[in-house]
Structure formats: C-alpha cells, structure tokens
C-alpha cells in the first residue's frame, strides 16, 4: 500500500471516530433530555425563582405568545441537559484528541479541561443565588409607582441564559490566563504589570454585558479582577514554563 493510500486510510479511521464520538456525544445529551422532559415546569419554575420571590404580591410573570408556556420550559430543560451533560462532552472531545497529543500537553490540557467545566458551573451558581436575588430586588424596588413589572417568561429566559453565559465565561479567567502563561505568550511579571488595566477593562466589560446598572456591573466586575489574580497566584505556582527556562539557560551561558 503507497503511501498515499495509507495517508487516506487514516483519514477515513480519523472521521469514523470523530463520527462515533459525535453520536455518544448527541445521544446521552438526548437520553439526559428525554428523562427531564417531565419535569420541565419545575426546571423553569427554579429558573424563575429569584425573579418571582422579588415580585410585588398578587405580580406574576406573562406569556405573550400562545406557544410560550410550551415551549419556554423544553428550551430551558435542552439547555439543562446540555449543561449536565457538558463533562460527558468534553470526555468524548478528549478521548479524540488526546492520541495526537503530546505527553506535557495532555498533562497540561487535561486539568485545564476540568477546571473549565468547574469554573463555568461555579459561574453561573453564583449568578443564580448571589447576582440575581440582589439584581431584581433593586429593579423591582425601582418600578415607578402605578408601573406594574409583568416579565414575559421567553424574554426571561434570554436575559438569564445570557447572564449565565457571561458569569460562566467570565470565571474562565483563570484557565486563559494559566494557558497564555504556560504558552509563553505573558509572563508572570507582566500579568502583574497590567493588572491596572485588567482592573478598568473588567468595568468595561461588565458595562457591555450586563444590565446598566451600577450594581450588576459591580458583581461582575469584582469577581472578574479577583479571579484575574488567582490565574496569577496559580502561574507563580506552577512555575516557569519550557519557553522561560530555555530562554533563562540560553542567557546565563
């Protein structure tokens, strides 16, 4: 067999793996999905809470579409399972990628993998209990008088989804830093350097993303920066990567 042909031939092997890691990949975010179908309502109802414990007595949220009170809590249920089902994704994603690597690099991908499944789920649970019973009890103390605050459940969900997106991501901060630190792209000396930058383009970046208020930003903000110096702390302890210590041994010769 020429060497063509066999070049061909681990291509094809290549896409029936990639195939049959894609397959188990859909089918237990399907399987998870089919068993939380039931309990759909009560998935939205969670998703709800902490706008409707804030609501002004005898207040409730709208549906203003007749599919809506259908259709909002399966959307919410698929990105339930989605979310559950995220390690199970990362594993198949892993498992395919993981025979091209290098060892340094699966030592180093491996638990960066782990830590942003974690990190993400950390970001959304603390905008669920600390973000957003604080965010719509300041919108709905704020609600002119003779206003009366009926969310409509779709519109909801978009606001909350992209909240959760933006908290889960904004955690991630540590993972990106470690990874630019180890890709020799920063040093730890100039992660330190622009911190004071760091500082301003997290405000700017909670400005963009969340509601405008000053609070909301805040929350955001502040967790940005806090974790901006655990990405440091971690670089410190992991020491220098094979860029610097090459780079250290050519100068002192």
Not at 6 to 32: K, M, T, Y
Not at 35 to 42: C, R
Not at 60 to 68: D, L, R, Y
Not at 128 to 157: E, R
Request: hydrophobic share 60%.
């Amino acid at each position: 067999m020429s060497l063509d042909q066999n070049a061909e031939v681990s291509f094809i092997e290549h896409l029936l793996e990639l195939r049959r890691r894609l397959l188990w990949l859909l089918g237990v975010w399907l399987l998870c999905f089919v068993f939380m179908v039931p309990f759909a309502q009560k998935i939205y109802t969670f998703i709800a809470e902490p706008l409707l414990v804030n609501l002004p007595a005898g207040n409730k949220m709208i549906a203003t579409e007749v599919i809506a009170p259908f259709f909002v809590p399966i959307k919410v249920t698929l990105m339930a399972s989605f979310i559950l089902t995220l390690p199970h994704s990362l594993f198949q994603i892993w498992a395919f990628v993981a025979p091209g690597l290098y060892r340094h690099e699966k030592r180093l991908i491996l638990p960066l993998l782990t830590a942003s499944v974690i990190l993400f789920a950390l970001g959304m649970t603390f905008a669920y209990f600390i973000v957003f019973p604080i965010i719509f009890k300041f919108l709905t103390g704020i609600t002119p008088a003779g206003v009366v605050m009926a969310t409509d459940i779709d519109k909801y969900l978009s606001f909350v989804m992209g909240m959760f997106v933006a908290f889960g991501v904004t955690f991630e901060v540590p993972v990106v830093v470690i990874l630019l630190n180890r890709m020799g792209v920063v040093s730890v000396a100039q992660l330190q350097r622009v911190r004071s930058y760091v500082i301003v383009g997290a405000f700017v970046v909670a400005a963009v993303v969340t509601p405008p208020d000053v609070l909301s930003q805040t929350l955001m903000a502040l967790p940005l920066i806090f974790l901006y110096e655990i990405g440091i702390i971690a670089c410190r302890c992991l020491g220098k990567n094979n860029k610097q210590r090459s780079s250290l041994a050519v100068k002192s010769e």
